[in-house]
């Protein structure tokens, strides 16, 4: 595999298309390809909080932080999400890249219960605007 950039991620993830009918009441924002792919360059090439970690992306919606982290070289990347069509969507999407150390999971944050510690988490959680409180879970 070529070298990866910044640049090559952003255009990668940015080709991702973005779910129909998100859930209002779940709070489903989409996070645009280009935007993911900066916060997780710096995570990655600044921090190094990506590569051969676990990361975790809780409210993964279409995975667009999971994928990219497991493109990036993740030991493993996680993404968590309490709706079960959105992950289809995700998976169906990350079913394109053949990656080994990406998985995902639907389940409601309040009783996730996870067996690996993470090093790393990524999140773009819900904002509580229609469901106060829902941004809560998240922290």
């Known amino acids: ?80 999400d309490i709706d079960f069509s959105i992950l289809t969507f995700a998976k169906k999407y990350a079913e394109e890249f053949s990656l080994s150390n990406l998985d995902f999971h639907c389940v409601d944050v309040k009783y996730l219960n996870l067996r690996q510690r993470m090093d790393t988490v990524i999140q773009n959680p819900p904002f509580g605007v229609h469901r106060p409180g829902s941004d809560v879970l998240f922290l």
Request: hydrophobic letters at 45%.
């Open 1 to 80: 595999m070529e070298k990866l950039t910044k640049r090559r991620l952003e255009i990668i993830l940015s080709k991702m298309s973005l779910p129909k009918n998100l859930k209002r009441e779940w709070e489903q924002y989409p996070t645009p390809g280009p935007l993911a792919a900066r916060i997780l360059w710096i995570a990655h090439a600044t921090y190094n909080d990506i590569y051969d970690k676990y990361v975790l992306d809780l409210g993964t919606g279409s995975g667009v932080f999971a994928i990219g982290a497991a493109i990036l070289g993740a030991k493993c990347a996680l993404g968590i």
